[in-house]
């Protein structure tokens, strides 16, 4: 079946770094573009970037763009979320999220993983 | 571009509950709906015109006409109680800021 285990997550002081990862099984990762989606406290969902399934493109949200890396290892099914200069507004639940299509203007997320915590505190 | 939700809906049980999400042009997107219950990641519902994962039950409908894409839940149960998001694409992930359905 269909997993994904998302991992780094943890207190952090602003502008520090943080590093997320989201290790996948049960489907042939190489093949999916994912996702990055994060909510914040009390909050919605928020998109936050998408590589495509080789990694050779990437497209951020404007609030993370500059700050945020979004790469994968499809030899190591694992995607990543480099994470820098964190601000207190970046404080959330970031989940991974499997594209189901694949096509540019009708993405959406198939499986997601249960989310790590990541909070930005003084 | 916003996706608008409102942020609340009630349905007694049994009965269907309709949930909107707005916005320009909304006929011309690609709209999926997750719900997503208290402490638990989103789960997809429904995606496009027909599409609905097979563990999904057939109670769960959605349409899109003009500005506005809607979900459905006929026959609705206590355990369909949770919060709705809307969805879409236009040159970034779009979220709708979510509807808390509540089943009373």
């Known amino acids: 079946q269909v997993q994904l285990v998302e991992s780094g997550g943890g207190v952090v002081h602003p502008g520090k770094s943080l590093r997320l990862s989201c290790v996948v099984s049960g489907f042939t990762f190489s093949r999916y573009d994912m996702h990055w989606v994060r909510q914040a406290p009390g909050k919605g969902l928020e998109w936050v970037a998408i590589?495509?399934?080789?990694?050779?493109?990437?497209l951020y949200a404007d609030a993370v763009r500059g700050r945020y890396t979004i790469s994968r290892d499809n030899s190591q099914n694992t995607l990543f979320l480099q994470m820098n200069g964190l601000r207190f507004d970046d404080t959330a639940v970031y989940y991974c999220?499997?594209?189901?299509?694949?096509?540019?203007?009708?993405?959406?997320?198939?499986?997601w993983g249960p989310g790590t915590v990541v909070t930005v505190s003084p | 571009y916003d996706l608008l939700q409102p942020p609340s809906v009630s349905v007694s049980p049994g009965q269907t509950a309709t949930i909107n999400c707005s916005g320009d042009?909304?006929?011309?997107?690609?709209i999926s709906w997750y719900q997503q219950k208290a402490g638990q990641s989103p789960l997809l519902v429904f995606y496009?015109?027909?599409g609905r994962p097979s563990a999904i039950p057939e109670r769960f409908s959605a349409s899109t006409s003009g500005n506005t894409a809607t979900l459905t839940i006929r026959e609705t149960q206590a355990l369909d109680e949770a919060d709705y998001y809307c969805q879409a694409w236009d040159a970034a992930g779009l979220f709708g800021g979510g509807t808390k359905l509540t089943v009373l």
């Open positions: 999220a499997r594209d189901a299509t694949g096509y540019a203007y009708r993405y959406y997320f198939d499986f």
């Open positions: 496009g015109d027909h």
């Open positions: 042009n909304l006929g011309d997107k690609f």
């Open positions: 590589i495509s399934s080789d990694g050779t493109n990437q």
